[in-house]
């Protein structure tokens, strides 16, 4: 039988203490370096969760700075269309705690960003992203607690930027095929729900 790690007191007899730098480098406010990262940042990984339930990581997405720095300690992220679910909102509005980890297209380098956060339907927050002619349903206003820059090795380790690496689409089958077979969609032609995810794409991207 495996050795499961059960304790905090166990992981840490198992793993070295962190070094000075790990834990020195850790901000409790958005600086300048921080900020301008977010400004290069087209996507942004979100981390919730709430009693009762599962944690989840939901990908957000828009142009570089599309989530802006209202103040040190103040991040905005406009909530575009989606699916509806609201996984990460019904999180939030029962504890809102809140993870953000920041990506640049081929840095190595990412930025993580930990605090509260809430849903604002404030027109005068929601008016400030808009977008084709549209604002956002809602946009999170996320409390700063702790910000740091992340170890590059996950990034070094899978060369998620390096173009030889990357896979073939037709490695998997089209995404329309995977649902087919996955919600027994049997009579529907993958080609059919392909061309109704392209155009929701399409049409309903802001």
């Not at 705690?97 to 605090?115: H, Q």
């Not at 084709?132 to 930027?161: D, F, I, Q």
């Amino acid at each position: 039988m495996s050795k499961v790690l059960s304790s905090e007191a166990e992981l840490r007899d198992h793993y070295l203490m962190p070094g000075a730098g790990p834990v020195d480098k850790q901000l409790d406010h958005i600086e300048k370096h921080c900020a301008s990262f977010i400004a290069l940042s087209p996507f942004v990984c979100v981390g919730t969760t709430r009693e009762g339930a599962l944690p989840d990581v939901s990908p957000r997405g828009g142009e570089p700075g599309f989530v802006t720095v209202q103040d040190p300690k103040t991040l905005l992220l406009p909530d575009w269309p989606g699916n509806n679910r609201l996984d990460s909102l019904t999180n939030i509005v029962a504890s809102p705690g809140i993870g953000l980890l920041f990506f640049i297209p081929g840095f190595n380098d990412l930025l993580r960003v930990n605090g509260r956060a809430e849903v604002s339907v404030d027109s005068a927050l929601t008016g400030k992203f808009e977008m084709r002619g549209r604002n956002p349903r809602s946009v999170m206003v996320v409390h700063v607690e702790e910000v740091y820059l992340h170890c590059t090795k996950a990034l070094v380790r899978s060369e998620l930027w390096n173009a030889e690496k990357q896979v073939d689409r037709s490695a998997l089958p089209s995404t329309g095929a995977m649902y087919r077979d996955q919600m027994a969609l049997d009579q529907v032609p993958a080609e059919v729900i392909d061309g109704a995810l392209k155009e929701n794409e399409e049409q309903d991207l802001y």
